[in-house]
C-alpha cells in the first residue's frame, strides 16, 4: 500500500510503502527538491516530525548495516531503533497490566469486553506496533464499585477521576486504566449514535477460553473503533 505525505512548505510528496507493518519512504535522506530544505533536519520540513505527532517513528524501516551510512544517516537510524525498542517495552509492560487486569475481573466473576488497543494490536503482523497509552475494558455498570475495589486492593490501582461514561485508574507500573461502564461520550455521540451503543452488551460474544470475558461482534467492533 502507498501513501502520499506532503511536505508542510512546498507539497512535495513523499511515497510510503508499508510491507509487514513496516513503513520505507521512497526517497530516504534526500533534499527537497522545491523548497531546497533537507528533509530530516528543516524544522517545517521533517518526516521524522510527522512519525513523532502521530507515534509512528518505531515503524519506519531501518537502513540495513552493510549499507554505507553518512553520520546523519546513523543518528536518524538510532533514533528509529529507540522508539522502536520503546515500543516494545511500553508494550509488553501494557500487556502485563492487561493480563493482571483481566485475570482478576475473571476471578470476581466481573463480566467484561476489551476494548481499543489491546483488541486493535492483535490485527497488527505484531501487536508491538499498535502503540497505546492506556488500557480499556468495559464493564457493566452495576459492576463498577466492586471493580474498582478489587483493583485498589489486589492490584494496588489508584483511583484517579471518573466521568460520566468510565472511571480512571493508574498501576503501580504507571499505566492509565480506563474502566468504562458506558461507551456514550456525551461530546463525541450522536442520538442515533447513542442508541447504537446503549446496546452494546446485545452484540457482545463469548470468548471460548473464558466465562466471563467477551468481544464486541464484528459489526459492533467495527461501529465503536
Not at 517545517?44 to 513523532?52: E, V
Not at 528509529?80 to 475481573?105: H, P, Q, W
Request: aromatic residues 12%; glycine residues 4%; hydrophobic residues 35%.
Amino acid at each position: 500500500m502507498a501513501i502520499p505525505v506532503n511536505c508542510s512548505s512546498c507539497f512535495t510528496t513523499m511515497l510510503l510503502q508499508a510491507g509487514n507493518g513496516i513503513l520505507k519512504i521512497a526517497w530516504l535522506f534526500g533534499s527537497c527538491g522545491i523548497c531546497s530544505f533537507d528533509v530530516y533536519t528543516a524544522k517545517n520540513c521533517s518526516p521524522l516530525a510527522f512519525f513523532k505527532k502521530h507515534d509512528l517513528t518505531h515503524l519506519l524501516e531501518e537502513i540495513p548495516d552493510g549499507e554505507i551510512k553518512s553520520e546523519k544517516i546513523k543518528e536518524i537510524d538510532k533514533r528509529v531503533k529507540n522508539e522502536r525498542f520503546k515500543a516494545i517495552y511500553r508494550y509488553g509492560m501494557t500487556d502485563s497490566d492487561f493480563c493482571d487486569i483481566c485475570e482478576l475481573v475473571e476471578s470476581e466473576k466481573i463480566s467484561f469486553i476489551p476494548l481499543k488497543g489491546s483488541v486493535i494490536r492483535e490485527l497488527y503482523p505484531e501487536p508491538w506496533m499498535r502503540t497505546s497509552c492506556d488500557i480499556d475494558i468495559l464493564i457493566h455498570e452495576y459492576d463498577l464499585d466492586r471493580a474498582v475495589e478489587v483493583l485498589t486492593k489486589k492490584l494496588e490501582f489508584v483511583p484517579k477521576r471518573k466521568n460520566g461514561h468510565d472511571q480512571t485508574l493508574l498501576s503501580t507500573s504507571g499505566m492509565h486504566f480506563e474502566l468504562h461502564y458506558n461507551l456514550i461520550e456525551k461530546d463525541a455521540v450522536t442520538d442515533n449514535t447513542e442508541e447504537v451503543l446503549k446496546e452494546v452488551w446485545n452484540y457482545a460474544i463469548p470468548v471460548s477460553d473464558s466465562e466471563y470475558k467477551y468481544a464486541l461482534s464484528n459489526e459492533m467492533f467495527y461501529f465503536y473503533h
